[in-house]
């Protein structure tokens, strides 16, 4: 595809069950960006892949939220045991060349926990 | 720690009119400044691209300016129109720490008036 994809798109789940987030950035690009945006809030880092370097992870908010990236590709956000203010659209971001190119978001999954 | 303040919060102005939209940064040591507009729930879309070298790109009616050393950018709009109405964004990507990490604005939510 031309963009980064996620999926789903939408996400409903109860309170205490776990959720994946699937990010698939565009082909060749080295790094990869998980935010969350909150209701009426700004964009809150959440975690940092660039190739085959250790990723940032210092915007997890807890250790219920984690992120691994495969083949340097797809990237999965695993929220355990999920909490109602865990409800925000994560979004996804890709860039080629971090520091030097634009960075590429996709439309985002949108998650409610009830 | 990096903190990017935008103003106006929000911004109504009828058709055809110039603007500026304004953004701020605390800490001068960055790569680049994005700027990118959001449609309601939907994802970011890239506008500009501004290297820390540069002072200002262009892209049709949208001009974007950089001053680094004063921790200002602004982001011009030639000619409004009622499509222009979305919430833009500001992001700046800093240096140092070895992660490309990007800190956005809250954003400021634009109205055009027809």
């Known amino acids: 595809g031309a963009g980064v994809s996620q999926s789903p798109s939408n996400k409903v789940t109860e309170k205490g069950k776990d959720v994946e987030l699937r990010c698939d950035p565009i082909?060749?690009?080295?790094?990869l960006y998980w935010y969350r945006q909150s209701l009426g809030q700004g964009l809150e880092f959440l975690i940092y892949f660039q190739g085959n370097s250790a990723p940032d992870k210092s915007g997890l908010p807890s250790d219920r939220f984690s992120a691994e990236r495969t083949g340097g590709s797809v990237s999965t956000l695993t929220i355990q045991r999920t909490q109602q203010e865990d409800s925000a659209v994560y979004l996804c971001?890709?860039?080629?060349?971090?520091?030097?190119?634009?960075?590429?978001f996709g439309q985002g999954t949108r998650l409610t926990v009830v | 720690k990096q903190e990017v303040t935008q103003i106006p919060a929000a911004l109504s102005v009828p058709e055809g009119e110039n603007l500026v939209l304004n953004c701020s940064f605390t800490d001068s040591a960055i790569y680049n400044l994005q700027w990118f507009r959001q449609d309601p729930g939907k994802g970011l879309t890239s506008l500009l691209l501004?290297?820390?070298?540069?002072r200002e790109q262009t892209s049709g009616r949208l001009n974007a300016s950089l001053d680094k050393s004063s921790g200002r950018s602004t982001l011009y709009i030639a000619a409004s129109q009622p499509g222009d109405s979305a919430t833009y964004l500001c992001a700046v990507n800093r240096s140092g720490a070895g992660s490309y990490q990007l800190t956005f604005g809250k954003g400021t939510k634009l109205s055009v008036i027809p």
């Open positions: 971001a890709s860039s080629p060349q971090p520091g030097v190119s634009e960075a590429f």
């Open positions: 501004i290297q820390s070298s540069q």
């Open positions: 082909s060749g690009h080295t790094a």
